[in-house]
């Protein structure tokens, strides 16, 4: 099963890491968050990516095309002009890397990557900005056996400040960044029939408006609850709190 990762965005959000690069390119333990993102597919036998890319693209091409160099030991040698890669690491992976305009919104961005679609009855489909512990060959096999249109991952966002646990008055400890209310949210993990992509208007379509809204009017949009760890990098407070996780050696997206 093909992967297609939206990668074109501004990330405005985080413009001290963005004004440089584009915002799946932001690293987190020295490697993309979108090289975080396509290992945690990989783990669940999705090695095969298409990469919706806009602003600065072309720094996601360049990371790809010298992607043993980034992977490997190498040796120049500068007098003779020869270069010779080390022990070569790579994943199995096959990577297309698709120029879907700087200013496309979401679902603009997936329709002109349906091309590379055709030959699909379904696909996954994620932001290039979130890691989770999500198991995602379960979110396939859920998405196959319902025989709806769409699954969504329906997550419950992590709190974005400690809270005090009180006794009375009394504070008695500190809570590190309980969860919301309980209520569920748009993860951003799906599982696309590739109908879906009819519902597309053009480069103006966000995907989280009118063909998501259709969807789950006629009744063809499934939800599959995940209420394990879940984070967006929306901001830099975010980008170093991923950055904790993984420096403590149990980042819990890990799982290769």
Not at 195 to 224: H, V
Not at 230 to 256: C, I, V
Request: glycine share 10%; hydrophobic share 35%; charged share 25%.
């Amino acid at each position: 099963m093909k992967c297609v990762i939206l990668a074109g965005g501004l990330g405005t959000r985080i413009s001290e890491e963005t004004h440089a690069k584009p915002k799946p390119m932001v690293e987190i333990g020295g490697k993309p968050i979108l090289w975080h993102i396509m290992k945690m597919y990989s783990s669940h036998g999705v090695n095969e990516f298409i990469v919706c890319c806009g602003y600065k693209g072309y720094l996601i091409k360049e990371y790809f095309s010298n992607y043993f160099l980034h992977m490997s030991d190498v040796t120049f040698d500068m007098q003779n002009n020869e270069m010779e890669v080390h022990q070569k690491k790579a994943e199995p992976w096959k990577v297309t890397l698709v120029d879907t305009g700087d200013h496309s919104m979401t679902g603009g961005r997936l329709k002109r990557v349906s091309g590379y679609l055709e030959e699909d009855d379904c696909f996954c489909f994620t932001y290039g900005d979130g890691v989770s512990d999500i198991d995602i060959a379960e979110e396939i096999a859920y998405h196959k056996s319902h025989g709806k249109l769409a699954t969504v991952a329906a997550v419950q966002p992590p709190g974005r400040y400690g809270a005090l646990r009180l006794m009375g008055n009394d504070v008695v400890g500190f809570m590190e960044k309980p969860r919301g209310d309980g209520g569920l949210i748009n993860g951003g993990f799906f599982i696309l029939s590739k109908e879906c992509l009819s519902l597309i208007a053009d480069d103006t379509t966000s995907w989280e408006a009118d063909p998501l809204m259709r969807l789950a009017e006629q009744g063809q949009l499934m939800a599959f609850e995940h209420h394990g760890f879940w984070q967006p990098m929306d901001t830099l407070r975010d980008k170093n709190y991923l950055e904790t996780l993984w420096g403590s050696g149990r980042a819990p997206w890990k799982h290769w």
